[in-house]
């Protein structure tokens, strides 16, 4: 999982990227002490060894703006913000960092974190700990730590034929970057309100759900897709079991604690489309 975050110039570090540099790992450090797995190595996929070997942390320079990075995003040239050791299976880490520097003052910090041990949920938790450690200087001892405790709750299992790398694909993919400004999202929840299912005319549609909803409408006109009872279509999205257990557990339980639900929409007999 990756993500790039990026900052405006501040008046405090503008001139000075050392100090910017030093307030950045300073501040991570503190996060891993309590992130503690982070600073591990996996081990043969089965669990992480805790020997704090630490994050790697990349700084580079780019030469151009901030700005013309955000107005003109390119997904490839958006990859060179991001460290690649992640990727380095025979280093088997779980977390990398690269801070990107622009001329303008700007900042990008690119953040990995290994699938094999988070989900998003477990990302984010990390990602806003450690701005608010850079922001306020110190760990805010009346937060609550990360709950290590997913074991415990989940006991480990090793189903036949399951592997980690199932899934990851390592050739080259065409993307794209589609954005949908909120008052558009909100368009389509009203324009599905009222759809095929009886359980979603007592309800508006939540942004997933109406958007989900959309892009399969698209994929069925694009593809030109018709009617074949031969033919299963599935729909995939990762849901958050955290809220849903029962009893739920906190957004502090850190690992992957999450189901993919499966939806199976189909395509209506004049090729049209009927929603999930």
């Known amino acids: 999982m990756h993500l790039v975050y990026f900052y405006e110039p501040h008046p405090k570090f503008i001139s000075n990227p050392a100090e910017s540099n030093l307030h950045?790992?300073?501040?991570?450090?503190?996060?891993?002490?309590?992130?503690?797995?982070?600073?591990?190595?996996?081990?043969?996929?089965?669990?992480?060894?805790?020997?704090?070997?630490?994050?790697?942390?990349?700084?580079?320079?780019?030469?151009?703006?901030?700005?013309?990075?955000?107005?003109?995003?390119?997904?490839?040239?958006?990859?060179?913000?991001l460290p690649r050791k992640v990727d380095d299976v025979a280093q088997n880490l779980c977390m990398a960092v690269q801070v990107t520097y622009f001329q303008c003052g700007g900042t990008a910090v690119g953040l990995v974190i290994s699938h094999k041990i988070a989900d998003g949920s477990s990302?984010?938790?990390?990602?806003?700990?450690?701005?608010?450690?850079?922001?306020?200087?110190?760990?805010?001892?009346?937060?609550p730590g990360p709950k290590f405790e997913g074991a415990k709750i989940f006991a480990p299992q090793d189903p036949d034929g399951f592997k980690p790398s199932t899934g990851i694909v390592k050739e080259e993919l065409v993307t794209k970057i589609f954005t949908f400004p909120a008052s558009k999202i909100s368009a389509l929840q009203e324009r599905y309100s009222g759809g095929a299912s009886e359980f979603l005319q007592q309800r508006l549609p939540t942004r997933v759900e109406a958007l989900s909803a959309f892009i399969w409408t698209r994929l069925v006109s694009a593809m030109e897709l018709k009617a074949d009872p031969n033919k299963i279509y599935t729909v995939l999205h990762a849901v958050n079991l955290r809220t849903r257990l029962d009893p739920p557990l906190s957004e502090y339980h850190f690992g992957n604690i999450y189901w993919?639900?499966?939806?199976?929409?189909?395509?209506?007999?004049?090729?049209?489309?009927?929603l999930f």
């Open 24 to 81: 950045l790992k300073k501040s991570l450090s503190q996060v891993l002490s309590k992130f503690y797995p982070l600073a591990g190595r996996l081990i043969d996929d089965l669990y992480v060894d805790c020997n704090d070997e630490g994050v790697p942390y990349v700084e580079a320079m780019a030469n151009c703006s901030l700005s013309q990075v955000i107005t003109n995003p390119v997904v490839k040239n958006t990859d060179k913000l």
């Open 123 to 143: 990302f984010f938790l990390v990602a806003n700990s450690w701005a608010a450690v850079a922001r306020n200087g110190n760990y805010d001892d009346d937060v």
């Open 260 to 274: 993919l639900a499966k939806a199976m929409p189909t395509v209506g007999a004049d090729g049209g489309t009927e």
